[in-house]
């Protein structure tokens, strides 16, 4: 699968999720946006990045074993609420506020930064929610 039919997978993955959830959700359209999906609540609109892989990978230096990780930009840091981390492979999904993210992730070359998955996400039932969406609504 290609990196395109990747990330959209994992956007209809995401939204699905949403969907089926109760939550009013659409997918953005639009190729140079920051964020690709906008959640509707009661009081304000959030933007939600999707990012995804296929699969665990090594990274010695940080652990030596399989964790999934996510390359993520800073672009995004002032441009999107929440991000959505999706694993192909398990359908599992991670949802954490973009201050939460950018607090743990580690930087990487220039402007890109590697996020790493908890190391029991890849445990996740196939198809679960590592942790409740609600939970990125608190202000």
Same mark, same amino acid.
């Given at each position: 699968?290609?990196?395109?039919?990747?990330?959209?997978?994992?956007?209809?993955? /995401?939204?699905? %999720?949403?969907? $089926?959830?109760?939550?009013?959700? @659409?997918r953005v359209d639009n190729p140079d946006s920051p964020f690709d999906? /906008?959640?509707?609540?009661?009081?304000?609109?959030?933007r939600i990045q999707v990012k995804s892989t296929q699969y665990p990978? =090594?990274?010695?230096?940080?652990?030596?074993? @399989?964790?999934?990780?996510?390359?993520i930009h800073t672009k995004y840091k002032n441009n999107t609420d =929440?991000?959505?981390?999706?694993?192909?492979?398990?359908?599992? =999904? $991670? !949802?954490?506020?973009? *201050? &939460?993210?950018?607090?743990?992730?580690?930087?990487?070359?220039?402007? #890109?930064?590697?996020? !790493?998955?908890? %190391? %029991?996400?890849? #445990?996740?039932?196939?198809?679960?929610? &590592?942790? *409740?969406?609600?939970?990125?609504? /608190?202000?």
């Amino acid at each position: 699968m290609n990196e395109a039919a990747t990330g959209l997978a994992a956007e209809y993955i /995401v939204l699905t %999720d949403l969907l $089926l959830s109760g939550y009013t959700a @659409h997918r953005v359209d639009n190729p140079d946006s920051p964020f690709d999906l /906008v959640l509707s609540t009661p009081t304000r609109l959030l933007r939600i990045q999707v990012k995804s892989t296929q699969y665990p990978k =090594i990274n010695a230096t940080r652990s030596p074993k @399989h964790k999934y990780s996510f390359s993520i930009h800073t672009k995004y840091k002032n441009n999107t609420d =929440i991000f959505a981390f999706v694993a192909l492979d398990t359908r599992t =999904i $991670l !949802y954490e506020p973009t *201050a &939460e993210v950018f607090r743990n992730a580690g930087a990487g070359p220039g402007s #890109q930064y590697k996020y !790493y998955a908890p %190391d %029991d996400f890849s #445990q996740k039932a196939p198809g679960s929610r &590592e942790r *409740a969406f609600s939970f990125c609504l /608190v202000d």
